[in-house]
């Protein structure tokens, strides 16, 4: 079984910074791209930050520099550091990771974590 989970949301002010966290757990051969996704109220889920396991960096347009994705493939572990937040950055944000198991490749979504800003 593999789990996907993630921490570290909450509430925050305009301007303030969260980091979040999410971490792989199971038996698996190996994860490729692990990255992050946001939901907001009313609309599609969308791409955040993804990171493959090369170590090549994608970013929304709207990040515009404010947040940073960093991964550890020996802790199968991948955080974002948002900085400068607003409130259309409030959202459920969702981990995911594309994973080889001995039964197959597929991807994996943790079950998300609310990040509401506002003051």
């Known amino acids: 079984q593999v789990q996907v989970v993630e921490s570290g949301g909450g509430l925050v002010q305009p301007g303030g910074s969260l980091r979040l966290s999410c971490v792989v757990s199971?038996?698996?051969?190996?994860?490729?791209?692990m990255g992050w996704y946001r939901q907001a109220p009313g609309k599609q889920r969308e791409l955040v930050a993804v990171s493959t396991r090369d170590g090549t960096i994608r970013y929304a347009d709207f990040v515009k520099g404010r947040f940073t994705i960093s991964r550890d493939n020996g802790k199968r572990s991948v955080d974002l550091q948002m900085n400068s937040l607003d409130s259309e950055d409030t959202a459920v944000y969702f981990c995911?990771?594309?994973?080889?198991?001995?039964?197959?490749?597929?991807?994996?979504w943790g079950q998300g974590t609310q990040v509401t800003v506002s003051s």
């Open positions: 199971g038996s698996i051969f190996r994860i490729y791209d």
């Open positions: 995911n990771a594309d994973i080889q198991r001995s039964t197959g490749r597929q991807n994996y």
